[in-house]
């Protein structure tokens, strides 16, 4: 409930509805951007809504990027463009974010938003399958260690094969982003993966 008016948000990481809508009210919505709000006001009545990433997601999201300074990034499984837009929003101005979606009609919905916050330029949306993607980047040399972070939200039955091939890009620098979220909440955790300056945030993933 917002300003008496509910909007779908996507559970995170508490048990207790109660609290968790208690942080929303009282720490995430007052630190949310309002650009932010209207896309996902404008995504609320996807009938896939619940593939959106919530508030408080996108604020750990940005804060992981200021962490390590990130300023080339890439996004696999973009929906409607929450998380890109919350990415874009973080990076520099000559930041740049790569997102890959199968679907552009749902990336869509929240274009207008991107344009409004005047962050398009940072962004390039690729509609396709992400691993051929990932396949080519990989072939350039240049893509090696290129990316500072990566954000994973896709199928599930490709997240092995996602981070494999993130982590090859990565290079021989060491990934170092700790993940200490146990039982069902592990699997968000890995859909966050840093890449190469990600070693100054001191922190590595593991299963």
């Known amino acids: 409930m917002e300003n008496g008016k509910k909007i779908y948000q996507p ?16 720490s995430v919505y007052p630190r949310e951007p309002q650009i932010l709000k209207e896309l996902r006001a404008a995504s609320s009545s996807h ?6 990433t919530a508030p408080d997601g996108g604020q ?11 300023k080339k990034t ?26 890959i979606d199968i679907d552009r009609k749902a ?6 938003s991107i344009k409004k916050a005047g962050v398009e330029h940072k962004i390039d949306f690729i509609e396709s399958p992400a691993l051929p993607i990932l396949d ?13 972070f990566a954000f994973v939200d896709a199928d599930k039955t490709n997240s092995r094969n996602y981070h494999e091939r993130l ?18 909440h592990r699997d968000l955790a890995r859909r966050i993966l840093g890449f190469s300056r990600a070693s100054e945030a001191g922190v590595e993933p593991h299963d």
């Open 11 to 26: 559970h995170g990481l508490l048990e207790s509805d109660e609290l968790y809508q208690y942080l929303l009210n009282t």
């Open 47 to 52: 009938p896939l809504a619940y593939y959106g």
């Open 60 to 70: 750990f999201l940005s804060l992981l990027m200021k962490l390590v300074n990130a």
């Open 74 to 99: 890439i996004e696999v499984g973009v929906f409607t463009g929450y998380s890109l837009l919350a990415t874009a929003l973080t990076l520099p101005e000559d930041g740049k974010v790569i997102g």
């Open 107 to 112: 990336y869509e919905i929240g274009l207008p």
């Open 136 to 148: 080519n980047l990989l072939q350039d040399p240049a893509n090696e260690g290129a990316f500072d």
């Open 167 to 184: 982590r090859t890009g990565q290079g021989r620098r060491r990934n170092r982003v700790r993940q200490h979220v146990m039982g069902r």
